[in-house]
């Protein structure tokens, strides 16, 4: 049935896609579930899904049990399979140790090498057929020197199982018939009824003629019926005997009865054979479940016990193949043939070839399809690889290409920063623009009213003098005339101071600070400071004039009404009080106030001072 599904390594591979397939299964029906019952609708159908929904749930933990029971029981074959070298390799020195005993044994104590040579045998025995067969002889030699009669029929039929195992029935058949009378005692009967129970059996199974194999399965029932009288009801060894009968006459149901509850004895030997006939009544029971699993136990016993002829990893190899685990059922059939060989038991060898060339067949094709696949994976991983690789050159062309055009956008927007940082810049100035062109515009009104309401004053004050020298000609005399001028000598006087201080208030309304960073410029025991009352003296107006840009003495004499030599002392004075270098004074004096807003204010000012002097003049 599973043999086609070659593309599933082991049968619980198939459990996972099954546990997946009703995982869904479990989800689709709850979300249709939940979504009905939530509209309170088709109770018929809700009862349906609640069903499904729970025989899911029970059908995933019955899967779920079973497939990790049977991989525990493959997990522990397989670690006791990698354990049987070192398994072997003790089991050697034990041999090693029993040879050398046997070596240094004296020649005349046959008792003694009588005992090793048993020992040995019993070593040897389902481990190497011909040095079993080899000691067993020996034990004939030495029983017969001894004349122990015991021992002569225990080596003869140790001698017999050897032989059976070799394939060599005629020759075992021969050695039983000289011991026939030793079945009528009960010491020997029960090795005696199971040896020939065995041999009838092997002859059955390798019968060539039906006539043949029914007579040699009449046999094998006589004498298996034999082998029951000689054991003790309901015991284990009793109950495994009776199994087998029942197994192979077909009522292998009460057989698997018969032989349970399953107990472990703790004897390997014995457990590997009970488990086996246990399996074997499972199977012809058509329980192929537990037969698996009651082989998987018979074969891991047979491993641990250290023997090389059995028969269980062999027949648990073909449940394998049939289920499509190839990869395991090889790697077990490699392992029987291998011990077969080792064991030298013929028959083994030929129950192995029956099915080896059929499961080998089977791994090679696997192996072969493998290797397809392997090539095909290559082909696809190089193309991948070269896909990749173009994959890879195209994005670190791209990468590059990026790089370039970051690099091209940093750049541009560094221009597109510098450029909004200029015309930033050039906004303030323009804003600054803006605001001096309204300040400018400010002052020029004020500026020019003042101007205007200074010339208006001035041309009432010339009509008026107009008219009072008029009345002083026409009818006024020489003292009136004399009085009239010595006035306007007052009013002269009068008019000048108003003119300063006209000056100075148009000065300070532009330099607000100019008498501050005057004197931050003079050493701090000179400073010039005006005199109440007073915005200006003097000094302070001399330099205000040059700050102006009047630095001609003869113009700031006429316009301050001084000598020209006054002016020079003045200025002199004032430079050798300055904190530093004396002929820069008059330079940093220039610099008082000079900023961008108050540049067109210095340009208003030297309007209004030269509109002032030439009025004055």
């Known amino acids: ?42 109770t018929m159908t809700i009862n349906w899904l609640r069903f499904f929904y729970f025989l899911t749930i029970f059908l995933l933990s019955f899967l779920n049990t079973w497939g990790s029971n049977r991989k525990e029981l493959l997990d522990e074959l397989d670690r006791t399979i990698d ?11 034990g041999i090693t140790q029993i040879k050398q005993e046997l070596a240094h044994s004296r020649k005349d104590d046959l008792t003694t090498r009588l005992r090793l040579s048993e020992s040995l045998w019993q070593e040897y025995s389902a481990f190497n057929t011909d040095s079993a067969s080899y000691y067993a002889e020996q034990m004939y ?123 472990p004895s703790g004897d390997s030997r014995f457990d590997a054979a009970y488990s086996y006939t246990l399996a074997e009544a499972y199977r012809g029971a058509h329980d192929q479940q537990n037969a698996f699993d009651y082989y998987v136990i018979a074969a891991t016993n047979d491993m641990k016990n250290d023997t090389r002829e059995y028969i269980a990893l062999r027949k648990l190899a073909m449940m394998l193949y049939e289920e499509g685990d190839i990869d395991r059922a090889y790697r077990y059939l490699s392992i029987c043939m291998e011990d077969a060989k080792a064991c030298n038991a013929r028959l083994r060898v030929l129950e192995i ?4 060339p059929v499961i080998n067949g089977a791994y090679l094709a696997k192996k072969h399809q493998q290797q397809e696949r392997l090539i095909w994976a290559i082909v696809v991983i190089s193309l991948l690889a070269v896909l990749l690789l173009v994959a890879y050159c195209y994005v670190v062309k791209q990468k590059r290409k ?18 909004n940082r200029q015309l930033k810049e050039g906004n303030e100035l323009m804003e600054k623009q803006k605001r001096q062109i309204a300040e400018n515009s400010y002052l020029k009104e004020i500026y020019i009213g003042r101007y205007m309401d200074q010339c208006s004053s001035y041309l009432d004050k010339l009509d008026h003098l107009r008219r009072n020298l008029r009345k002083l000609v026409e009818h006024g005399g020489q003292k009136e005339l004399q009085a009239f001028f010595i006035s306007s000598s007052k009013e002269l006087n009068n008019e000048l101071s108003e003119f300063y201080d006209n000056f ?22 000179e400073q010039i400071v005006p005199k109440a009352g007073h915005q200006l003296n ?32 003045y200025r002199t004075r004032v430079r050798n009080k300055a904190v530093g270098n004396r002929d820069d004074l008059e330079k940093m004096v220039a610099m008082i106030g000079r900023n961008d807003n108050n540049t067109s204010k210095n340009y208003f000012v030297n309007l209004k001072v030269l509109s002032l002097i030439s009025d004055y003049q």
């Open 141 to 263: 030699k030495l029983a017969t020197s001894l004349n122990d009669r015991p021992h002569i029929i225990y080596a003869i039929l140790h001698r017999a199982d050897a032989l059976m195992t070799a394939g060599m029935f005629k020759e075992a058949f021969d050695l039983l018939a000289t011991i026939r009378s030793c079945s009528q005692n009960p010491d020997y009967a029960t090795i005696y009824f199971h040896l020939c129970r065995t041999l009838y059996g092997y002859m059955t199974d390798y019968a060539v003629t039906p006539t043949e194999r029914a007579a040699y399965q009449h046999c094998t029932k006589l004498y298996r019926d034999s082998v029951l009288a000689c054991y003790q009801r309901k015991t284990s060894m009793w109950r495994m005997v009776y199994a087998d009968a029942l197994t192979v006459d077909g009522h292998a149901a009460e057989g698997v009865k018969v032989m349970l509850p399953y107990k």
């Open 353 to 356: 070839l029956d099915t080896f």
């Open 402 to 419: 990026l790089l370039n055009t970051r690099q091209r956008l940093w750049e541009a927007n560094n221009g597109l920063k510098e450029a």
């Open 538 to 569: 003097t000094e302070l107006r001399i330099f205000a004039l040059i700050r102006l840009g009047i630095t001609d003495s003869v113009k700031i004499a006429q316009f301050l009404r001084y000598s020209l030599t006054t002016i020079y002392n």
């Open 1 to 42: 049935m599973w043999v086609g599904l070659q593309k599933f390594s082991i049968k619980e591979k198939m459990y996972d896609y099954s546990d997946v397939f009703l995982y869904f299964f479990v989800i689709f029906v709850s979300l249709v579930y939940v979504s009905l019952y939530i509209g309170n609708r088709h």
């Open 83 to 93: 354990m049987r070298p070192e398994l072997m390799l003790r089991k050697e020195r």
């Open 504 to 525: 100075d208030d148009t000065f300070l309304e532009l330099f607000p600070n100019f008498v501050n960073e005057f004197n931050a410029l003079l050493q701090p025991d």
